[in-house]
């Protein structure tokens, strides 16, 4: 059993900042790519920024600049440091990895996080 768990949303005023967490824990083999989305509600969930297992990141072009996302494989963990924060960056926001359970077989699962609000607001 995998269990992505988020931690670090909340409330904070424009132009602020926050750092999101995302935890992978379970029977894993290995974790290839890592990512964040985002969902504002009546809008579909759509892509933040992804990192490789290398450490290779990819942003949309809306946090460019404003998001970086980082990684630390030996603590199965991935990270947003979200600054100048605008009220569009209302969301939950969501991590998903993708995971190798086993290294007998090398089929890759998704898994995704139960999601961690953050709210831009003055």
């Known amino acids: 059993q995998v269990q992505l768990v988020e931690s670090g949303g909340g409330l904070v005023q424009p132009g602020g900042s926050l750092r999101l967490s995302c935890v992978a824990s379970g029977s894993i083999f290995r974790i290839y790519d890592m990512g964040w989305y985002r969902q504002a509600p009546g809008a579909q969930r759509e892509v933040v920024a992804q990192?490789?297992?290398?450490?290779?990141?990819n942003y949309a072009d809306s946090v460019k600049g404003r998001f970086t996302v980082s990684r630390d494989n030996a603590k199965n963990t991935v990270y947003l440091q979200m600054n100048s924060l605008k009220p569009e960056d209302t969301a939950v926001y969501y991590c998903?990895?993708?995971?190798?359970?086993?290294?007998?077989?090398?089929?890759?699962?998704?898994?995704w996080g139960q999601g961690t609000q953050v709210t831009v607001s003055s």
């Open positions: 990192i490789t297992s290398g450490g290779l990141p």
């Open positions: 998903k990895a993708v995971i190798q359970l086993s290294r007998t077989s090398d089929i890759k699962y998704q898994y």
